[in-house]
Nanobody, 126 residues
Framework: QEQLVESGGGLVQAGGSLRLSCAAA????????MGWFRQAPGREREFAAG????????YYTESVKGRFTISRDKGRNTMYLQMNNLKLEDTAVYYC???????????????????WGQGTQVTVSS
């Protein structure tokens, strides 16, 4: 059974850093794209970053470029999101997602992704 488990969220001051992790369990192959989405209160879920099945190609939404870094460890079936210089507007629930099409890491539409984690809260305070 497919399962994605996020961890690493928490409360941090503006300008600080957090590292999110997403462990994918129950998969027999790793030829899939992974991504991070986020949803702030009262707003729709939005794409933050994606990474190809190989891990060599990444894509970021404009608002996080230069501050967030997505990576993956294929051997561990785990994806990471290093978030630096956090801003108040980064406050949201962050969701890990898997797309079975390994090269579709740039797809920003949530409904096209196949599996989701339960989310982890990131709160940035002033």
């Amino acid at each position: 059974q497919e399962q994605l488990v996020e961890s690493g969220g928490g409360l941090v001051q503006a300008g600080g850093s957090l590292r999110l992790s997403c462990a994918a369990a129950g998969r027999t192959s790793n030829t899939y794209a992974m991504g991070w989405f986020r949803q702030a209160p009262g707003r729709e879920r939005e794409f933050a970053a994606g990474i190809s099945w190989s891990g060599y190609r990444t894509y970021y939404t404009e608002s996080v470029k230069g501050r967030f870094t997505i990576s993956r460890d294929k051997g561990r079936n785990t994806m990471y999101l290093q978030m630096n210089n956090l801003k108040l507007e980064d406050t949201a629930v962050y969701y890990c997602a898997v797309r079975n099409i390994g090269v579709a890491y740039e797809d920003i539409i949530p409904d096209t992704w196949d599996y989701w984690g339960q989310g982890t809260q990131v709160t940035v305070s002033s």
